[in-house]
Each structure stands twice: as structure tokens, then as C-alpha cells.
């Protein structure tokens, strides 16, 4: 499976991007560089999971207002800046969710369920595309979010336990157990499916 590169950066990337965002706690203006090289990335988190881009937007900007005005609580943790605007990201997102109760939207394309189907060890076959859609849509929505970072946005699971504030080890154990779920659905399908035929 293809990685999410934008999460794998050298030290001397990271560094060289932590020197900016010192900058930025001295002085709000020090803050665009940052703005600019991750807004895109943001923004399209945003609207992979929503219906409307007017609100993502507005998410968006509300995630970079929140960022800059709490910069100075940012504790640099070995990772990209990204890292930290995608946890403000998902908390923005779900507070949404929750008020609102805005349809959350799924993206994923058929190479991503081929992913999954390789994971829970399940050759990929045309007509699980169906179950596996039917399948990820009944997943609650923490497991949802986990699905979705591991397998349709491609991010390492470091990535995915700094977005979630969770360990990088509890995200590969909720992940594992997701899997398994899904390989007895998906099993108790094939059955169905070969009796049928």
C-alpha cells in the first residue's frame, strides 16, 4: 500500500519547519508560510468527509484561526506541523457532526477496498465491492475515521495516533480488531455468495 509522503518528512525538513513555527509564536505574520503549505491538505481533509465544499471551507478556516491563536500551546513531538492542524481538523469535524448532524460523507475508491480485502487476508473480488461499502458504513465512527486515515488516505499509523491523540500501539490494535470484524463479515458473505452461484 502507497503511503501518505506529505507525513514523511527528514529531520532536517522538520527542523527547518519548526524554526518557522517559532517564529510564529513571536509574531502572527511568521504564520503564512505554514498557512500555505498545508491549507490544500486541510482543506481536502475537510471535504472528503462533508457534502458541502462551502462549509468546508469554512471549517478550514476555522482549524488555521484556531491553530495561530493556540500556537503557543504547540509542543513539537518529532512529526509535522500537519500532524497537530489534522487533530484540530478532526475535533472541528466531529463537533460538527455532533451539532448539526451534518451527513458525513465516505470517499474511497476501489483500490482502497482492494487494501482492505488485503489486509484481512480475503482475495478481492468485484462483487465484495457492495459488502465492503455496506460493511465500512456500519462501522461506528471512531472506527470509521481509523479506516479511512489506514486505507483510503494512505497515512502511517504514527500519523493516524497523533491525529486521534492516541498511542501509535493502540492505533494498530484497534485497527487489527476492526480488520477482524470485517473478515468475518466479509467471510460470512463469500459463504452466502458461493452458495448462491
Not at 510564529?24 to 505574520?29: D, T
Not at 476555522?62 to 491563536?69: S, Y
Not at 483510503?152 to 470484524?181: C, D, G, Q, S
Request: net charge positive.
Amino acid at each position: 500500500m502507497a503511503i501518505n509522503l506529505n507525513f514523511h518528512q527528514s529531520n532536517e525538513q522538520l527542523q527547518e519547519e519548526l524554526i518557522i513555527i517559532e517564529a510564529a509564536k513571536i509574531n502572527p505574520n511568521q504564520f503564512a508560510p505554514l498557512y500555505t503549505k498545508y491549507y490544500e491538505q486541510i482543506f481536502n481533509y475537510i471535504y472528503n468527509r462533508m457534502a458541502s465544499k462551502d462549509v468546508a471551507f469554512d471549517i478550514t478556516s476555522q482549524v488555521f484561526l484556531k491553530a495561530m491563536t493556540n500556537l503557543s500551546k504547540y509542543i513539537y513531538m518529532g512529526v509535522p506541523f500537519s500532524s497537530w492542524l489534522f487533530r484540530i481538523a478532526h475535533n472541528e469535524l466531529m463537533q460538527v457532526f455532533r451539532t448539526n448532524k451534518t451527513h458525513r460523507m465516505v470517499n474511497a475508491d476501489i483500490g482502497d477496498l482492494h487494501f482492505i480485502c488485503e489486509e484481512t487476508h480475503e482475495l478481492f473480488f468485484e462483487e465484495y465491492i457492495p459488502i465492503i461499502k455496506k460493511l465500512i458504513l456500519k462501522l461506528k465512527s471512531t472506527d470509521l475515521q481509523l479506516v479511512e486515515m489506514r486505507f483510503f488516505e494512505k497515512r502511517p499509523y504514527k500519523e493516524i495516533a497523533e491525529i486521534l491523540n492516541i498511542t501509535e500501539v493502540n492505533a494498530k490494535v484497534k485497527m487489527f480488531r476492526i480488520l477482524e470484524k470485517l473478515k468475518i463479515e466479509l467471510s460470512k458473505y463469500k459463504i452466502s455468495y458461493e452458495n448462491r452461484v
